[in-house]
Structures are given as C-alpha cells and as structure tokens.
C-alpha cells in the first residue's frame, strides 16, 4: 500500500474577513501551501476541496485564481467534517496510485450567509421546536455533569485553555485570553452553555499538500509528516440511548483510524478535536479513547490538556479559540498537527511529539440522519 | 492496481416528481441497486453521493432511510458531472484497497428549485449581460455552422434521434419521439436553439454498486461490467481560441481516460454524452474523437449515430430525451452503459457492444472558471 504524506502547509488567519471571499481567503491558503512544500505547483496533479456553504463548483475557481485550472478537482461536503473529508479523499486517490501529489483545501465564508449564530434548514422541525446546535450540546452538558459529577467550572476550563492555546496561534480568531470568571459570566446561550462556551462564526481557509512516498522522495521533501490513517464514518442519533454522554460516533471512528494505523489511543501524544462547544470537547477526547470517559473534565482543571501537559488537547486554539469556517476546519486541524509534529508550532509547541491525531465531526447530532465524522492520524 | 466492477445498477424514471423528494428519489434507486446487485445490502462498505442542489449531508439521508446509516460516505459536487464524480471517487476508493463494495449515487429535485430554466448564480456578470447556459451554446451552434457548414435541420435530427432513443426508455422524462418539423417549430430560446434542442428540467435519481475483483468473485455477480478508467479534469474558457466550436476541455479528458483503459477512439462501441443541448453532443462527440472533428452533425443525419448504426450515440435518450437531474445523470449514464453492456438494454439494445463511454460536462462555461469533466470508459 503507497504511504501518504504531508509535503506542505498553509491557512489564512481565521477570523472575520469582511473584504474578502471564500475563494479568495481559499487561494491565499493554496498559495501558501505550495510555498511551504518549495515544490513547484505544476507538480500537483489533482486537488479535493471541502466546503459547506460556497455554492456550485467553488474549488474550480480556487484553482482558477491560483494558476491551476484544468488538474481533476473534486468538491466535498460533509458538514463541518467536509474539510477533513477532502483530505481522506486525497489521500485515498494516492494509495489508489492514481496521483501522487494531490492539493486538499477547505474553505468558508460564514459571515457572508449567517449574521450571528447558524440558523437552523427550514426542513429542520427538531431545531424549529428548540433543539438547535446549542440546545442539543446544553443538553449533553447536562448529562454529563449528571452521570459523572461534572461542574460548571470545568467545563470552563476547557474555553479558558483553548482561548490561552489560541493566544499563541497568530493564525486564531481570538488572540486575547479569557479568565474563568469572564467564561461563566459571559451571555447565556443555552443553559448550561454561555458565549465562551461556543466556537464562534468564522470566515477562513485552509490547504495542505499530500504526496505518495515515491513524491517525498523525488521532491526531496525532508520535512514530510506521514498520515497513518483518515478514517470516515456516517451515523445517527446520540441523543438518546445509550447516553448522550458518550460520543458513539466518534467512538466508532477512531477505531477505525487507530486499526489502520496500528496503534491505539495511548500512542497518540496530542490531538486537535472538534471542540464546536466547550462540552463538545469533552465527548470527543472521550470517544476517542484519549481520557477515560467522564474523567476529562476534571483532567483539564489539573492541567493535563495544557500545552504543556499530560496530553495536550487543541493546542492551536481548536473551533472555540482559533475559530471554525466549516470546510476549513478540518483542515486547519492538520496544518497544525504538521506544524507540531514539524516543531515549528512556535510559543505553543509541544515538546517530544511524535503522534497527532485530528477529529472532526459535523451535520445533525440530533436527528436519524446526517452526521459524519473523521479521524486522521499523522506521526513524524 | 484492483480492477474496478459495477455490479448493480438502479435509476428511478425522471421526469417531474412533485410529491416526492430528492433523498426520496435517492433512496428508491439505492435500493433498486442493491436488489439488482442481488447482494446483502450489509456488503456495502462505503459510499458517495452526487448533487448540487441538494443540501448538506444529502446523502446521509438517502443512507439512514434506507438502512444504511453508519458507513463512511461523501457528498461531491462538480456542477453537471457531480454524479460521474461520485464514481470516480467510489472507483478511487476500490483502488487504494480501503473498500470492496462502495455504493455511488446521484440525484436531484430540480423543480422544487427551478420553476423553469434554470436561473445564474447572483455573482454571475456574465449570465446577468446575456450569457447564459442557452446564450452560450447558441453561439457554439452559430460557430460550428460557419466553421463546418453545419445547418439547423442536422442539429434538429439529434433531438429527433434523442428523443426517438427515449421513447424506448421506460425511465426517461420524454416517452414521445418529436419529428423534424416539431423541433425546427418549437419555442425560441435562445437563436438558433429552440426548446427541443434544450434539455430540461427534471427530478430523479440512479445508483451503481462498485466492486473490487476481489469482491466480484466472493460475491459471485456473474453480469459484472469493469470500469477500465473513470477520468476528471477542470477547465476554463472555451468560448474562445482556438475556437469555441471544438471542446478542448473534454479532449484532454477522453485523452486521459483512454491512456489510462489503454484504448482509443476507435474501440469504443457506443456512448452516452453530455448533450445538454443538441449542439453540446456535436462538441462532446468531436471531442472525444468518437466522430471526425466537424462531421459529425453529417453523420447523424446519416444514421450512423442511431441505435442501430455504426456509432450509437446516447441510446438512453441523453439528456434531451431521458433528462437531466444534475446530479444524477452522470450516474444515469453509467447505468445505461451496464444495462447495454449486459444485453438488458430492452427495446433500445445495441447489437455486440463491448465497450461503452460516458461522458459528463458540467459547470460554468463560458467563465475562466467552473467547468469539470469526466469520461468513464467501461468495459465487458
């Protein structure tokens, strides 16, 4: 089977870019990425692009804007994991040995399409009656300070050190700290979840160049990050049976990914997860396996997750501080898993990383259908 | 490299659907598929889904309602080629050895969208000053009538031989042939095409099943037909030099596809094409080599082209006749090409087809920016 590696890395800062489009925020990213892997761009030879909201054909007018027009390029969409998805879709059409040095980018204009908060699809009746994003991850934080004796506090913890983490992310949304007290004091938005608990509305972009082991080797690329796995999964309800507590999804995902790349969640020393609210944080790091499940919220407050801790969780920031443009999340999440693994994650490196792991996880948590979910492991 | 097999197929008629949806329609088709396929449907390891205007994670709705929720599945979307799209990257899948059994799929309720023609995006200048989709193709026609002597009662014969082709198809849109005089006096729409050299709007829906040989012969499907390439390639401005009378975009992808089945031209059998309008099936057949660069409207008057002549093009009815569920057609065709190839084409069969080609085009044309292409070649 061909190995799959990452050659280059690029995003644009996240945030609000009212001057700009996803397209354009979309090439910036592109750009940067080829620089970053000192190839020359006609040796890509086929590009993925994940997005949710930039309408018909939008990765053709990335490629368009950038020189590349005319490389096979397909659009991806599986809700916030689309961004991810594009890059398991490169990295499959490596091993199929159909092209060796493939472009997977994500992008996202969100302050374009929503003012404040995403409003529900009008064919959304469990939203219309209340079940909204925040109202299905309120109710999650509520079980899980139920079944497990979670507090308040610590579930603003997590918003604390991601909003630290993202401080020393030039890249992130939010470059100023936040105290406990200004998380428990901030708006209410969903009891028990208040503003700093939720990942704000985000304009950004995100791209990283994938190459066969043959590429690396002829492209003399010293710097390349393996992926050992990018597993996808599709799913159901988790609001419900058996425990909205626990992320079965995610669960299952991972479990995927970590066969494949033939290690387990003890091997992996820091993961970026989908953190969309501070509870969701909690439920992935848990599905994953990476704390023990109903443990992590007190892991946090003894500083475990820190940068500097035990096992570092969204060092980058994650969706809470570094922000969260849909297509370009999951991407996002890999430059940063390769900027570490590279040691080139400046004031938040962590030290001694060999093993990162990237989870995303989007579409409807409530309803039978449209949820997906992936797991991609990257190792030096 | 694993050879790459369909071994169900399944399409719903298209047409108008007004009490049904686009997952409705999916899921029919997916089931049909599967039935076809004669396997546990508990075999299907992955999918993929393909539509434009269906809405984030479509096609993990067509999954939970058919009882497949759960497996790894992606949304793509490449304009008009976004179900071709789906296959090839179900085909890809297969190839790099991460799934056996992968389902792909495509679908579209274009009439819950469109009340009629299908309007340009608010950003589109071009449309907004009179290029549209017809604006564009008539000047094709205009074009290839100078360049080539071709006259409007030769393009009227391929919306005959179209139509004709559909009569014969119980899943098309269009169940009437149309005489020559019919087309010459239907509706102006945009000088020199007239409403029958449009295709038009429609609801619907098709799926393959994909099989690795490996699969194919654990599962014992004896009417297996191999997929021998499944090309893509982006585009950009072809309203111009050399002449926007020959589709570069869709020679440089055939080229593609027939390195990669390692055939030419001249060994395929018979082929379903993108003929949005009467002259795109000129240009997608000039440019897939299948006809003589400029000849071809000639050959059809001639009968070559019809189901019983040397070269039958779109036996199904193509999109003028059958009908064009963006998302869905690419998929469509691809079951044509099982349906022929396995002798089970009914009425419309081709006499000792072996080799068939499918041939999708979609985005924005006129544009430096939008076009995809795909050519999927297969095989008996």
Redesign the interface.
């Known amino acids: 089977?061909e190995d799959v590696y990452v050659i280059g890395v690029g995003m644009t800062k996240f945030g609000k870019h009212p001057d700009r489009t996803a397209v354009d925020l979309g090439a910036e990213a592109v750009l940067e990425a080829i620089k970053d892997a000192e190839i020359d761009p006609r040796r890509i030879e086929?590009a993925y692009c994940g997005h949710?909201f930039g309408?018909?054909?939008t990765g053709?007018?990335v490629?368009?804007?950038v020189g590349l027009?005319?490389?096979?390029?397909?659009?991806?969409?599986?809700?916030c994991s689309s961004g991810a998805?594009a890059i398991?879709?490169g990295y499959?059409?490596?091993?199929?040995?159909?092209h060796d040095v493939v472009l997977a980018f994500g992008l996202e204009h969100l302050t374009t399409r929503f003012r404040g908060a995403l409003t529900p699809?009008e064919d959304d009746l469990e939203a219309a009656v209340g079940l909204t994003m925040p109202g299905i991850y309120a109710m999650r934080a509520r079980r899980h300070m139920e079944e497990f004796g979670t507090t308040r506090e610590e579930l603003a913890l997590i918003a604390v050190k991601n909003k630290r983490n993202a401080s020393l992310n030039p890249y992130a949304q939010f470059q100023n700290p936040v105290t406990l007290e200004e998380v428990l004091n901030s708006r209410l938005i969903a009891d028990p979840l208040r503003l700093y608990d939720c990942s704000p509305v985000s304009d950004g972009a995100a791209a990283v160049i994938l190459a066969s082991g043959w590429a690396v080797a002829k492209l003399s690329s010293r710097r390349a990050v393996r992926i050992a796995a990018a597993?996808?999964?599709?799913?159901?309800v988790e609001v419900g049976l058996p425990s909205m507590a626990f992320e079965e999804l995610t669960h299952?995902t991972a479990q995927d990914a970590y066969e494949r790349a033939g290690i387990g969640p003890e091997d992996v020393d820091f993961a970026e997860v989908h953190d969309c609210f501070s509870i969701a944080e909690v439920l992935r790091v848990e599905g994953l396996g990476l704390y023990p499940v109903g443990e992590y919220p007190k892991r946090v407050a003894r500083g475990e997750a820190d940068i500097n801790g035990r096992l570092p969780i969204n060092p980058s920031g994650g969706l809470l501080g570094k922000g969260h443009p849909l297509g370009a999340t999951g991407v996002a999440q890999v430059v940063e898993l390769v900027r570490q693994l590279r040691g080139e994650a400046g004031d938040r490196q962590i030290a001694r990383a060999k093993v990162g792991l990237a989870h995303c996880r989007?579409?409807?948590a409530a309803g039978?259908?449209?949820?997906?979910c992936t797991v991609i492991i990257a190792t030096r």
């Open positions: 089977m086929a949710v309408g018909m054909v053709q007018k490629l368009a804007q027009a005319g490389i096979p390029l397909t659009n991806v969409e599986n809700a998805t398991r879709e499959l059409a490596i091993r199929a040995r159909e699809g597993a996808l999964r599709t799913g159901t299952r989007g579409g409807k039978i259908e449209g949820a997906a």
